[in-house]
C-alpha cells in the first residue's frame, strides 16, 4: 500500500532565510501548543565573550540588535555549564534583575520560558529561546517535543553559519599560504569586522537593518578584499606609494574579489542561499564613492550597496589609524576630521557619523584586536 503523507516541516526545504525558517516553526508551535509567543536565537562570539541577538520570530521584538557578554549573565554561563535546557516558570523571579534583556523581557509580558544551549563539536555556539506570555506554559509532559523543535532550529542555524565559516576558514588557509598574509592582518581584519557591525547596528532603526542582515555583513566583512590573491606580489608588497599604472592593476581586485566568490560559492553550494548577495557587494562596490567618482562602475549615492558603504567607512578608518611602512598611524581624532572631510564625497554621510559616535567601542575594538606586525598597500 502506498500512502500519502504531508510532511509538516516541508517549508524549511525552501531557498529562505533563517528568519524566515525559524518563523515557519514557530508557526507549527503555536498550533501545536498554542503557548509560544516568541522564539529567538542569540549567538555567542569567542573572540569577544559576546552573546548577540540573531534571529527572532517575527514581531517587535524587544532585545532588536542587542549583546551581553557572557561572563556578566551568571544565569546563563550556568546553562552552559550544565548544557541542559532551563525551564523558567515564573519570569517575576528576575524583577529585581539588572541586566537589560532582562528588563525588557519583563517589560514585553513574558511569563516563562525555555533556553537551549547550542553547541557545536563541544564548543558552546549560543542559545535558543522559547517565550511565553503564560505562567507554567512548558509542562514535563510536553517538555522533550520541545527539545526536539530546539534542536532543530539549534541545526537548522548551526548548519547554514558553520557552512559560511567554514568557507571563510577556507578562504584564510589559501590566503596564509601566500604573501596576501602579510598585507592583510587577521588583527586589521577583525577589526574592520567589528567596525562594520557597530555602523550597521546605530543604523539599524534608520535603515531597518535586522539582526541576521547585521551578523551576515559581519562575517563576510573579512573578504572585502579578497580579489587581491590575484594582484601581483609586486604591487601588493610595494612600501611606496603606487604609481598610476599599479594602482590601476590594484584597482582591478574589486571585479577579482567578484569572481572568486561566484566560484567559492559555487563550489560550496551557497549560491543561493539568501543574505549572499551581500558578500558580492561588499567585494565588488566597497571602493565606489559617494559622489560617482570611485570604482570598478563609477555608480553613485544610494546606487551603492548599503553593506558597501558601511564597509567603505570602517575600510579606511582602519588604514587611516594603522601605522603602515610609509606612514605613522593617524590618531582616533585625526581620522574622524579625515572622514567627515570624505563625507558625502567619497563616503556615505550616514555611516561615518554612526563611526562617529560610537567612540568607546571603537576604542574597545582597537584594544582587543591590536597589530602585530606592520602591512602595505592595504587600503588601496
Not at 567578484?258 to 543561493?272: E, H, S
Request: with cysteine; hydrophobic share 40%; glycine share 6%.
Amino acid at each position: 500500500m502506498i500512502v500519502q503523507h504531508t510532511n509538516i516541516l516541508k517549508d524549511l526545504n525552501k531557498n529562505a532565510t533563517l528568519t524566515e525558517k525559524v518563523c515557519f516553526i514557530h508557526g507549527i508551535l503555536k498550533k501545536r501548543f498554542g503557548l509560544i509567543d516568541r522564539i529567538a536565537v542569540v549567538i555567542y562570539d569567542p573572540k569577544t565573550d559576546m552573546l548577540k541577538t540573531f534571529i527572532h520570530s517575527g514581531g517587535e521584538d524587544p532585545l532588536l540588535h542587542y549583546q551581553a557578554q557572557l561572563k556578566d549573565v551568571a544565569s546563563l554561563q550556568e546553562i552552559v555549564k550544565t548544557r541542559n535546557p532551563r525551564i523558567i516558570s515564573d519570569l517575576s523571579i528576575f524583577s529585581e534583575g539588572k541586566q537589560g534583556h532582562t528588563r525588557k523581557i519583563l517589560e514585553k509580558g513574558f511569563q516563562s520560558s525555555y533556553t537551549l544551549p547550542m553547541f557545536l563539536n563541544g564548543e558552546f555556539f549560543g542559545f535558543t529561546f522559547f517565550d511565553s506570555f503564560q505562567k507554567n506554559a512548558f509542562l514535563p509532559e510536553i517538555l522533550d517535543e520541545f527539545d526536539l523543535f530546539a534542536h532543530l532550529i539549534s541545526l537548522t542555524i548551526i548548519n547554514e553559519l558553520t557552512t559560511i565559516r567554514t568557507m571563510l576558514a577556507t578562504v584564510k588557509a589559501g590566503r596564509d599560504m601566500t604573501s596576501y598574509r602579510d598585507q592583510e592582518l587577521g588583527a586589521h581584519l577583525d577589526r574592520i569586522a567589528h567596525y562594520s557591525r557597530l555602523i550597521a547596528r546605530e543604523l539599524a532603526e534608520k535603515y531597518k537593518f535586522d539582526d541576521e542582515f547585521i551578523e551576515h555583513l559581519f562575517l563576510f566583512a573579512p573578504l572585502h578584499d579578497i580579489g587581491k590573491i590575484g594582484i601581483p606580489d609586486s604591487i601588493l608588497q610595494k612600501e611606496e606609494k603606487l604609481n598610476a599604472e599599479e594602482f590601476e592593476v590594484m584597482k582591478t581586485h574589486t571585479e577579482r574579489g567578484k569572481d572568486i566568490i561566484d566560484t567559492m560559492l559555487k563550489d560550496f553550494g551557497l549560491d543561493t542561499f539568501k543574505h549572499i548577495d551581500i558578500l558580492r557587494n561588499i567585494a565588488e562596490y566597497h571602493h565606489e564613492a559617494f559622489n560617482g567618482a570611485g570604482y570598478p562602475h563609477g555608480i553613485k549615492g544610494r546606487e551603492i550597496p548599503v553593506e558597501a558603504r558601511i564597509i567603505a567607512v570602517a575600510d579606511i578608518f582602519d588604514a587611516l589609524t594603522s601605522r603602515r611602512s610609509y606612514k605613522e598611524a593617524w590618531s582616533n581624532e585625526e581620522a574622524f576630521t579625515m572622514l567627515q572631510e570624505l563625507a558625502g564625497l567619497q563616503l556615505d554621510k550616514n555611516c561615518v557619523e554612526a563611526l562617529i559616535k560610537n567612540v568607546d567601542e571603537i576604542e574597545k575594538i582597537q584594544k582587543l584586536f591590536k597589530d602585530r606586525q606592520n602591512g602595505s598597500n592595504i587600503e588601496s
